[in-house]
């Protein structure tokens, strides 16, 4: 984990070098107080020397105001630094995510996620300027003390103090395991807090129209409260630790005016050594102290850098880059005894076998839950099957470069998704170097050109967090654009407009037999009234395919979508099988 914490500091060698050298002279001339504390009890002692005392006032002076723009540069450049580090491991994540297979966000909620690229690496931030900082001028401070008092004031004294060093090193080690897994805890403390508030806003007009604010908070409070009783317990150890370490510099005070005494009644220490051994003392008390306040930092950070890498160390989804590259696509598709199952889940999908013609357009019916959104999903691979084959034009999904896959096909969804930004944005997304006539075009096709036109901004119009700013029709048009700008040779059509009123549905499903004309078209459907004149109906049920064929085929037979079909034509509420 350290080695690769230090990767991240490669390209900020210079700026690093220079910051650890400003902390070195910093901690250098921490050493001159005590230094000239001693020269001026040993040496000056006359009006004499009166003169020497003021220069050596004025040199003590320049040199801490010397002191004080090297903080500076450490605090400043040293920041800079850190954030830039920051910035780099937030990209690395953003990179990350963006390459992680649906079902890590089947498992993750996004608050959680939010949490781990910003509190998480904030910490790691902080980290990154004041580790090296703080340990390199503390560490400086230590020897360089330890030097001193032991060569220039008395040794014995000195090797006294530093040997209750391994004791307070002790302590530490023992508190720092409880503190790591307190500081852990609270983490993921943080993360159930965020993915609330993220879910609670999201949903916060269905909140308000069920008068469920209540809930809400109820639900915010049980997430606060484990976040609060997980920090308690950070505070508790940090309690333990810093009472306990900093006792134990109180005791060094207490050995070091115990032993002083004694030496000066053997002789072997003299006022002034002793009195300047004193003063020193702080050279040492001081950075060990600082290293104690400096731990809590530290846990916070290398439990965000921790959180940090189990993200970094998931495996990416396969895309199979080194696979065949699919040009001239025609649109035949065939499952050959496909079989599927999400990882914490019983079989989704049994052997399930379909044929769709190039062209031709097939449409899935059935009950919820019935497995028909899971075969939408598993021919662009957004789930790799368990058993059996997918082929796309006779090449089996398995050999096929799945982002050449992708860009075959196109998806219009029941749940629309639209980027908080334009409606041009939106719609160039399907072909991000479109022209300006390639997107009207998509949008007349769509049906919502003259919409945008009647709009102050036209197509630079805001349409708000997730489209809130326009009607379910409007946002299912825009999404149609933009297949149409991207001009797939498979389309897939999930439930596209379930959501809507009948009015509008059929506004749409105008557009939508546009987008579908010339293209192999997978359609989810449950009003059957969208589907009639499909090539192919499939009746999906239990995740097996029970029956397919054409419309009135499947009346002829009288069975599952026949009864189906009675179901919604005429009137029944019910029907068995």
Same mark, same amino acid.
């Given at each position: 984990?350290?080695?690769?914490f230090?990767?991240y500091y490669?390209?900020?060698?210079?700026m690093f070098a220079?910051?650890?050298i400003? *902390?070195f002279? #910093?901690?250098?001339i921490?050493?001159?107080?005590?230094i000239?504390?001693?020269k001026?009890l040993?040496?000056?002692k006359?009006e =004499?020397?009166?003169?020497s005392i003021?220069?050596?006032g004025?040199?003590?002076l320049?040199?801490y105001?010397?002191r004080m723009l090297?903080?500076?540069?450490v605090q400043?450049?040293g920041h800079?630094?850190?954030?830039?580090?920051?910035?780099k491991?937030?990209s690395d994540?953003?990179?990350k995510?963006?390459?992680l297979?649906?079902s890590f966000?089947d498992?993750? &909620?996004?608050?959680k996620?939010?949490?781990?690229?910003t509190?998480?690496?904030?910490?790691?931030s902080?980290l990154?300027?004041h580790?090296?900082?703080?340990f390199f001028?503390c560490?400086?401070?230590?020897?360089?003390s330890?030097?001193y008092?032991?060569v220039f004031v008395?040794?014995m004294?000195?090797l006294?103090i530093f040997?209750?060093?391994p004791i307070?090193?002790?302590?530490?080690a023992?508190l720092?395991?409880r503190m790591?897994?307190?500081?852990?805890?609270?983490?993921e403390?943080?993360?159930k807090i965020?993915?609330?508030?993220? *879910?609670?806003?999201?949903?916060?007009r269905?909140?308000?129209?069920?008068n469920?604010?209540?809930k809400?908070?109820?639900k915010? !409070?049980t997430s606060?409260?484990e976040?609060?009783?997980?920090?308690s317990h950070v505070?508790?150890?940090?309690g333990?630790f810093? *009472?306990?370490?900093e006792?134990?510099?109180?005791?060094f005070n207490v050995?070091v005016?115990?032993a002083g005494?004694?030496f000066m009644?053997?002789?072997?220490?003299?006022?002034?050594d002793f009195?300047?051994f004193?003063? *020193?003392?702080?050279?040492f008390l001081n950075?060990?102290?600082?290293l104690i306040?400096?731990?809590?930092?530290l846990?916070?950070?290398?439990?965000?850098?921790?959180?940090?890498? &189990?993200?970094m160390?998931?495996d %990416?989804?396969?895309? @199979?880059l080194d696979?065949l590259?699919?040009n001239?696509?025609?649109?035949?598709?065939?499952?050959?005894?496909v079989s599927?199952?999400y990882e914490?889940?019983? &079989?989704?999908?049994?052997?399930? @076998?379909?044929?769709?013609k190039a062209g031709?357009?097939?449409a899935?019916v059935?009950?919820?839950?019935g497995g028909?959104t899971t075969?939408?999903?598993?021919?662009?691979?957004f789930?790799?099957?368990s !058993?059996g084959? #997918?082929?796309?034009?006779?090449?089996?999904?398995?050999?096929?470069?799945?982002l050449?896959?992708?860009?075959?096909i196109?998806i219009?969804q029941?749940?629309?998704?639209l980027?908080n930004?334009t409606i041009?944005?939106n719609?160039l997304?399907?072909?991000?170097n479109?022209? !300006?006539? =390639?997107l009207?075009?998509?949008?007349?096709?769509?049906?919502?050109y003259?919409y945008v036109m009647?709009?102050?901004?036209?197509?630079?119009?805001i349409?708000?967090?997730?489209g809130?700013?326009?009607?379910?029709?409007?946002?299912?048009?825009?999404?149609i654009a933009?297949?149409?700008?991207k001009?797939?040779?498979?389309?897939?059509?999930? =439930?596209?407009?379930?959501?809507?009123?009948?009015?509008? %549905?059929?506004?749409i499903?105008k557009?939508?037999?546009?987008?579908a004309?010339?293209?192999t078209?997978i359609v989810?459907?449950?009003?059957l009234?969208?589907i009639k004149n499909?090539?192919?109906i499939a009746?999906?049920?239990?995740?097996?395919?029970?029956?397919?064929?054409t419309h009135?085929?499947l009346l002829?037979?009288?069975?599952r979508?026949?009864?189906?079909y009675?179901a919604?034509f005429?009137?029944?509420d019910h029907?068995?099988i």
């Open positions: 984990m350290l080695k690769r230090v990767h490669k390209d900020h060698k210079l220079l910051d650890m400003a *902390s002279f #910093i901690a250098l921490g050493l001159g107080y005590p000239l504390t001693r001026l040993n040496d000056f006359s =004499e020397d009166i003169k003021l220069l050596v004025l040199a003590l320049l040199i105001a010397i090297l903080r500076y540069f400043y450049y800079v630094i850190g954030v830039n580090m920051q910035a491991m937030r994540l953003f990179n995510l963006q390459k297979p649906y966000y498992e993750n &909620e996004s608050g996620i939010m949490s781990r690229i509190v998480d690496l904030m910490d790691v902080e990154a300027h580790g090296p900082e703080n001028i560490g400086v401070s230590i020897i360089g330890f030097i008092l032991a008395n040794w004294l000195t006294i040997i209750c060093v307070l090193i002790l302590i530490s023992v720092r395991k790591l897994n307190a500081f852990k805890e609270s983490r403390g943080i993360a965020n993915a609330t508030i993220e *879910s609670s806003i999201t949903g916060i269905v909140t308000k129209a069920f469920n604010s209540e809400e908070l109820e915010f !409070e606060n409260n976040f609060k009783k997980a920090r505070f508790k150890y940090m333990q810093m *009472s306990t370490t006792f134990v510099t109180d005791v050995i005016i115990v005494g004694l009644i053997y002789g072997k220490i003299d006022s002034v009195t300047t004193v003063v *020193s003392l702080s050279l950075p060990v102290n600082t306040r400096f731990i809590e930092q846990q916070d950070g290398v439990t965000g850098f921790q959180r940090f890498l &189990e993200i160390d998931k %990416e989804e396969d895309l @199979n696979g590259v699919l001239d696509v025609q649109g035949n598709v065939i499952l050959k005894n599927f199952n914490t889940s019983e &079989e989704i999908l049994h052997d399930v @076998n379909l044929n769709i031709t357009t097939l899935l059935g009950p919820s839950g028909k075969i939408c999903h598993i021919i662009p691979a789930y790799r099957i !058993e084959d #997918i082929y796309i034009d006779n090449h089996n999904l398995k050999d096929i470069n799945l050449s896959l992708r860009e075959n196109g219009v029941q749940d629309v998704f980027f930004g041009r944005d719609i997304y399907g072909k991000l479109a022209t !300006e006539e =390639e009207i075009e998509a949008s007349k096709n769509a049906d919502i003259d009647s709009l102050p901004n036209k197509f630079d119009t349409v708000g967090e997730r809130i700013k326009l009607s379910g029709g409007q946002k299912q048009r825009i999404s933009r297949v149409f700008l001009n797939p040779a498979l389309l897939i059509l999930d =439930e596209a407009t379930s959501a809507l009123d009948n009015a509008t %549905e059929m506004a499903q557009s939508l037999d546009c987008l004309k010339g293209r078209t989810v459907a449950h009003r009234s969208t499909a090539n192919e009746y999906v049920e239990d995740g097996e395919v029970k029956e397919v064929g009135e085929e002829e037979k009288k069975n979508y026949f009864a189906l009675q919604q005429k009137g029944n029907y068995e």
